[in-house]
Nanobody, 127 residues
Framework: QVQLVESGGGLVQPGGSLRLSCAAS????????IGWVRQVPGKEREGVAC????????NYADSVKGRFSISRDNAKKTVDLQMSSLKPEDTANYYC????????????????????WGQGTQVTVSS
């Protein structure tokens, strides 16, 4: 059973940057894409970014393209999300999650394509 633990959340001013990290206790890095999904209370989860662990292909939601960057370190079993030019609408609880499908072939970005969630880390963008 995979366990995902997020870290790095916090309070940041608009325009600022923050880096989230996801550490896995068991990581089928060769077989599953890993992504980040965010949720605001009362709203549906929104897929943010995803990376395959086979060739490092990435995918991003339109709302974060050009501002967020996802990366992985297979040796350390971590997946990071570098967030820049943050906006108040980026405020949410951010979850690390594993693709539901083994060897899907591409990095999904829809929240429904993920399972095995972490506990989440809160990101608040406010002045």
């Amino acid at each position: 059973q995979v366990q995902l633990v997020e870290s790095g959340g916090g309070l940041v001013q608009p325009g600022g940057s923050l880096r989230l990290s996801c550490a896995a206790s068991v990581f089928d890095l060769d077989y599953y894409a890993i992504g980040w999904v965010r949720q605001v209370p009362g709203k549906e989860r929104e897929g943010v970014a995803c990376i395959t662990t086979t060739d490092g292909s990435t995918n991003y939601a339109d709302s974060v393209k050009g501002r967020f960057s996802i990366s992985r370190d297979n040796a350390k079993k971590t997946v990071d999300l570098q967030m820049s030019s943050l906006k108040p609408e980026d405020t949410a609880n951010y979850y690390c999650a594993r693709d539901r499908l083994r060897l899907r072939g591409y990095p999904p970005v829809s929240a429904r394509d993920f399972g095995s969630w972490g506990q989440g880390t809160q990101v608040t963008v406010s002045s």
